[in-house]
Nanobody
């Protein structure tokens, strides 16, 4: 079992930055790809960014490309999401998730463990 706890959310003005953290416990996350997803009110949960087991490969959704950066520190069992140039449409609950799979990391169904989420609100 892997337990994931997100932190770092909050209220920020458009154009501002936030850094989300995902702290894992129970097992080392070095054996898992980690993804960030978000869910806005009335919308489905969507992929934001993912990072492979070693941290050598990352990917992100077009909506956040160039603004959000995902990174990981396996020694500390943490994954971060640096969010810059935030927009009101980035407002959502952000979730981190762990996947044993090495493919399909943009798809929710391939993730085995989920955190409870952290709220990000961007005001205009």
């Amino acid at each position: 079992q892997v337990q994931l706890v997100e932190s770092g959310g909050g209220l920020v003005q458009a154009g501002g930055s936030l850094r989300l953290s995902c702290q894992a416990s129970g097992r080392t996350i070095s054996g898992y790809a980690i993804g960030w997803f978000r869910q806005a009110p009335g919308k489905e949960r969507e992929f934001v960014a993912a990072i492979n087991r070693s941290g050598g490969s990352t990917g992100s959704a077009d909506a956040v490309k160039g603004r959000f950066t995902i990174s990981r520190d396996n020694a500390k069992n943490t994954v971060s999401l640096q969010m810059n140039s935030l927009k009101p449409e980035d407002t959502a609950v952000y979730y981190c998730a762990a996947s044993r799979s090495t493919v399909g990391v943009t798809q929710l169904r391939n993730y085995d463990y989920w955190g409870q989420g952290t709220q990000v609100t961007v005001s205009s």
